[in-house]
């Protein structure tokens, strides 16, 4: 089974608009973390935001939200209002693990393309 | 610049031939990961090192596949026997695990990535 899915493969915005992506994740493990990486055209991944699995609050940073619903398994990244710089892949990926355990790989999701326009 | 950084970034090679790549880490980080990803996909886990120790390794790291971190800084990946599929972005990735922060977090960052193209 999948780690991490995401259904989107591609999605367009009006730049100033907001855009969700979608992310569901599928773990047995209780304590994981969530991540959201950008990868523009020239290929570097570029950390966007974090959400811990015991994390009370949706985490925030900037434009960038996460929409956390545990008991449905979903990561959505929220981006409120787009910019052009902001067309590029969007992942999503996971770590499974927390106190004491290894701490090791990330899955990740087969992404979604955003493109936005003017 | 005190990123992950890799080289080279781009190897074509021949079918048959061994290629290494390198990757160097953001100073003080303790763990390395090295990734692969093929074209429409998301990076794929190879294997870590925490130190020069190498911790865990994916079964997509066939026996043509080694890596190394001999003194616990930069690292090597090396394909010997290259084939067609092995044509990829190999993604490098560091970060700062400490006993003494009980987290999750513990960011990776990643480096450009070396595209490797096997003719």
């Known amino acids: 089974a999948q780690k991490i899915t995401q259904t989107q493969p591609g999605m367009f915005v009006q730049e100033k608009e907001a855009v969700t992506l979608d992310c569901t994740y599928d773990?047995?493990?209780?304590?994981?973390?969530l991540f959201w990486y950008k990868q523009p055209s020239s290929g570097e991944m570029i950390f966007l935001i974090y959400q811990g699995s015991y994390d009370q609050q949706n985490a925030t940073e900037g434009r960038y939200s996460l929409n956390f619903q545990k008991a449905r398994k979903s990561a959505n990244l929220v981006i409120s209002a787009s910019q052009l710089g902001d067309s590029a892949m969007y992942f999503c990926a996971m770590r499974e693990g927390y106190r004491g355990s290894t701490l090791g790989r990330l899955y990740f999701g087969r992404g979604t393309q955003l493109t936005v326009w003017p | 610049d005190t990123g992950v950084s890799q080289d080279p970034r781009h190897k074509i090679t021949k079918r048959g031939q061994n290629v290494t790549f390198r990757c160097d880490p953001i100073s003080e980080h303790n763990r390395l990961y090295w990734y692969r990803q093929t074209l429409g996909q998301g990076p794929e886990f190879l294997t870590y090192f925490q130190n020069e120790a190498q911790l865990e390794k994916s079964r997509l790291l066939s026996d043509r596949f080694s890596a190394e971190r001999p003194k616990g800084s930069f690292s090597t990946l090396e394909i010997q026997r290259t084939e067609q599929g092995d044509s990829a972005m190999y993604l490098c990735a560091s970060s700062l695990v400490s006993s003494a922060v009980e987290s999750s977090y513990n960011e990776q960052f990643f480096g450009p990535g070396t595209r490797l193209t096997v003719l």
């Open positions: 773990t047995s493990d209780p304590s994981y973390g």
